[in-house]
């Protein structure tokens, strides 16, 4: 029997019934996510970080670390401090989807994410918006594993780690909170969340809540607003029988930060903006880059004990979500193509001047993903034996057209829909591209964690994953059907010894693939010829990597290091592509790389509501080739991969007394190149967020109440704080067959500027 949530697209999510039947059977958490945090210490409950086990390097930051941050960072920002963890973000709220978080040199599109054991990474590009996620509030856990995610997690291109959030559980009694924020640059947020408790003798119980937050942007002319709904119902029964229900649904409207090349920060620096009235011809008109978005996710987590030695884990999934992604550009009314098909007749264009019309671009996405991923468990004797399949279907519906705008520089549909789009004058829709991609995932694991002696632990597993990509190209030209398959065997491995209660060491091997985004099976066109030519024959990433690590965890010292190497076949590297005037997300093939380094941060606890973390990364990266370009190749083999800084230190403090509370963040990265060839980089800097607060209970009365300071990136640095689009060779270059290869410049993401927030929350 089961049970349908349907959904206005009429897509279904299948939930079992067993959601509302209670069985006698039990299982312990512990039982239910083996790589689950067991506290093992004596950990001071406010300390900054909690307790790891698990055989792999793996950081988490709790609620009580999270509830003394500005309730508008989102999770990338949350987690800058941990090991490996170099985050870029384009503004101090975390609102603007333009965001990049890269792991021991690999960026977000290698690394997985999930919430409530559900996927977040779009399934074409593979990258996650972390202002997409749930409320702060609503989180009460974050886990990072830097190395490898789990054989059962639902992710593909993952080499990078695995980002986990976990929502917090609905409370037994009926209660609620409420969140007012106000700050820097007309920041006003409200948060506002109601738990049932247990309803009745049915046994459920849920949460819901709603936030609503809006700010001007920190630099240049717009603003970014953003509506967020979190639910969450549980029912648990036996002993340790669950069975939950995860909503959460997004609508923003953010604005797209212009991303300066080298000389253009140079000339300007932080002046580099859109322009904050049009003109007649302008293409840099800051309304022309404002992008909605609407998501919605479902994640369904069951977990039961069929008997003493067997048990089940199911996690059903479902996404939607369509948005725009819009810039600005001219079109004419003649000379104009279809993919390789010449347009004979004029096309109308409303205030057109001689022929020519300022338009916005649109870059219009429309995905559907739904999935489960099932396990079973069974124990026997020293052995504890998982067999398991994953599916995952998805459709993306990628279309790049156009729309007219007002003589005020307002687009006539700021989402792009096609019936209010440009057309031929056939009335075909005009599209630079306009494409379907299909994706099917297949997946199944087996794997058994061996209690070899009652220290030490072996674990080895297998995981073999099939994608399936069939896409469809609408725009006239060769080939409208394209197919691409391929299947990937991940074995892995992993050993785990105790020397005593409180020391710990594990080693363990990993391998990982990824498929080249969808953006690769299509043909770019321009003036009806191919410029670059669609593939589904592309070859995968392949990567092997191996962790090496101690860990001590004592009453009020914790610390753990951890060495790592990474060996990648046909590296793929991310980068953004102007795609007929749109940014666009895509890979570039870096050959073989080499990587390896040390990982180490420690949690000291001096006293009672006091902690103090330290956090660095040492990181060395190779190219093992030359860069193939144009016929030639780039004499790249020996240099040092983008994106990925030597150096990096964290330090964070905590304090909480009872009445004052307040923390600190200081972060510093090192340098990082922009090219393959490291003829231009970007220096290191450093950051530092502070917050003070006063909890006010036992003032008015004895429900928690707490008012609180945040200043993010206080000392303010003039910075670039990321590579956004990165490039072969950014300076001319002699190839190694003699030819000359032109440069051309990458652009990187402007650190962010000073903010300050102020917020009273309240319970009830």
């Not at 039961?304 to 550009?329: C, E, I, M, V, W």
């Not at 600190?664 to 060839?677: I, P």
Request: some cysteine; aromatic content about 10%.
């Amino acid at each position: 029997m089961t049970i349908d949530f349907r959904y206005s697209c009429g897509a279904v999510l299948a939930i079992p019934a067993l959601f509302f039947a209670p069985l006698a059977m039990a299982a312990t958490e512990e039982e239910a996510a083996p790589d689950s945090i067991e506290v093992i210490g004596h950990p001071d409950p406010e300390g900054l970080l909690p307790d790891q086990t698990a055989p792999k390097a793996i950081s988490a930051i709790s609620a009580d670390f999270i509830v003394k941050q500005a309730p508008t960072l989102n999770a990338f920002q949350l987690v800058n401090l941990l090991p490996g963890a170099n985050v870029s973000t384009s503004d101090p709220f975390g609102l603007s989807t333009s965001s990049s978080l890269t792991l021991r040199g690999l960026g977000q599109d290698q690394i997985g994410v999930v919430m409530e054991g559900a996927p977040q990474n779009d399934i074409g590009y593979f990258v996650a918006y972390p202002s997409q996620f749930a409320d702060a509030e609503n989180v009460r856990q974050i886990a990072l594993a830097q190395g490898s995610a789990s054989i059962d997690a639902p992710v593909v291109a993952a080499a990078g780690g695995l980002l986990s959030l976990t929502l917090d559980d609905p409370k037994s009694d009926m209660g609620g909170l409420v969140n007012l924020s106000v700050g820097s640059f007309d920041e006003r947020r409200a948060f506002l969340r109601f738990d049932t408790g247990t309803i009745g003798a049915s046994g459920l119980k849920a949460f819901v809540s709603y936030s609503n937050n809006r700010a001007d942007n920190w630099r240049g002319p717009g603003f970014d607003k953003r509506q967020h709904v979190d639910a969450k119902i549980l029912r648990e029964w036996g002993d340790g029988n669950r069975a939950s229900i995860a909503f959460s649904y997004n609508d923003a409207n953010t604005s797209s930060y212009p991303s300066p090349t080298l000389a253009d920060w140079k000339a300007l620096g932080r002046g580099f903006n859109r322009d904050s009235r049009y003109t007649a011809g302008n293409t840099n008109y800051w309304r022309l880059y404002r992008g909605p978005f609407r998501n919605f996710y479902v994640a369904a987590p069951i977990h039961l004990k069929l008997n003493d030695r067997l048990t089940f884990d199911s996690s059903a999934y479902l996404q939607l979500g369509h948005g725009n992604a819009p810039y600005g550009t001219q079109l004419s009314e003649t000379g104009n193509y279809l993919g390789t098909e010449e347009l004979a007749e004029p096309i109308a264009l409303p205030g057109a001047v001689d022929g020519v019309a300022t338009v916005m671009g649109n870059w219009t996405g429309k995905q559907f993903r739904i999935g489960d991923v099932s396990k079973l468990t069974f124990e026997a004797g020293a052995h504890t034996i998982t067999a398991g399949l994953w599916f995952d279907y998805g459709t993306d519906r990628v279309t790049q057209s156009y729309t007219s705008i007002d003589d005020q520089g307002r687009p006539f549909d700021q989402w792009g829909y096609q019936d209010k789009a440009i057309r031929t004058a056939d009335g075909r829709l005009l599209a630079y591209e306009n494409a379907r991609t299909e994706t099917v995932t297949k997946g199944f694991f087996l794997a058994d964690s061996i209690a070899v002696t009652p220290r030490l632990t072996l674990d080895v597993g297998f995981k073999g994953v099939n994608v399936l990509r069939n896409g469809r190209d609408y725009l006239p030209g060769p080939p409208s059907d394209l197919r691409s398959s391929s299947f990937a065997a991940l074995p892995r491995a992993a050993v785990h010894y105790k020397l005593d209660d409180r020391q710990q060491l594990f080693a363990n091997v990993t391998t990982n693939f990824r498929t080249p985004n969808e953006f690769a099976l299509y043909n770019r066109y321009y003036g009806g010829q191919i410029i670059t030519a669609g593939s589904a024959d592309l070859k995968n990433e392949y990567s092997v990597s191996e962790e090496l690590g101690y860990r001590y965890i004592g009453p009020s010292l914790s610390f753990s290091l951890t060495a790592f190497h990474y060996h990648f076949r046909n590296r793929q590297v991310a980068t953004v592509v102007n795609s007929g005037g749109a940014l666009v997300n895509s890979t570039i093939n870096g050959g073989s790389q080499t990587s390896y380094g040390l990982d180490g941060e420690i949690d000291y606890r001096p006293a009672k509501g006091m902690s103090v973390y330290l956090s660095g990364e040492y990181l060395h990266t190779r190219l093992d080739d030359d860069l193939p370009v144009g016929g030639d190749f780039l004499p790249t083999k020996g240099k040092r991969a983008v994106s990925s800084p030597r150096f990096q230190f964290a330090m964070g403090t905590t304090y909480d007394d009872g009445r004052l509370f307040g923390s600190t963040a200081l972060k510093y990265v090192g340098r990082q190149y922009a090219t393959f060839m490291n003829d231009e980089s970007i220096k290191g800097y450093a950051t530092l967020d502070l917050s003070v607060g006063v909890h006010l209970a036992g003032l008015i009365d004895a429900q928690r109440m707490d008012l609180r300071l945040n200043a993010i990136n206080v000392t303010n640095p003039h910075v670039l704080s990321g590579v956004y689009s990165i490039s072969s060779n950014a300076q001319d270059t002699l190839g190694r067959n003699g030819r000359l290869i032109a440069g051309s410049a990458p652009s990187y993401y402007v650190g962010s500027g000073r903010a300050f927030v102020v917020t009273l929350s309240r319970a009830f």
